[in-house]
């Protein structure tokens, strides 16, 4: 995955394995990302820390993704552990590796949504 490209996603951002969960869509994953790891955006994701990206699926279209995301929202909380520990058993954080935040070339993703 390149995160200097944007795509559109539905995605799971967690506070830590088994802590608390938000469900989001964006047309840009790596922007929306680096805003919550920054806490750039004020709300729940700030609120209760959740920085890690530890699930998310490509789509073709943004209401593609919005419907997804409002589909996984009504889910049991233990269907969306499911979804999570079938693609990432071990809760990594998925976006680890995608802002080179020590390279003074670098600058953080601009949010198109």
Not at 22 to 39: E, F, M
Not at 62 to 81: M, N, V
């Amino acid at each position: 995955m390149d995160p200097r490209r944007p795509f559109i996603a539905t995605y799971i951002m967690a506070s830590e394995r088994n802590g608390t969960l938000y469900t989001g869509s964006t047309s840009n994953l790596p922007a929306r990302v680096w805003q919550h790891k920054s806490h750039s955006l004020t709300g729940f994701t700030d609120t209760y820390d959740c920085i890690n990206l530890v699930w998310f699926e490509h789509h073709a279209l943004i209401a593609q993704a919005i419907h997804r995301e409002c589909r996984i929202k009504k889910w049991l909380r233990a269907w969306k552990l499911a979804l999570i520990e079938r693609e990432n058993p071990d809760w990594h954080d998925l976006a680890a590796d995608w802002y080179p935040t020590h390279d003074p070339a670098w600058s953080p993703p601009t949010p198109t949504d």
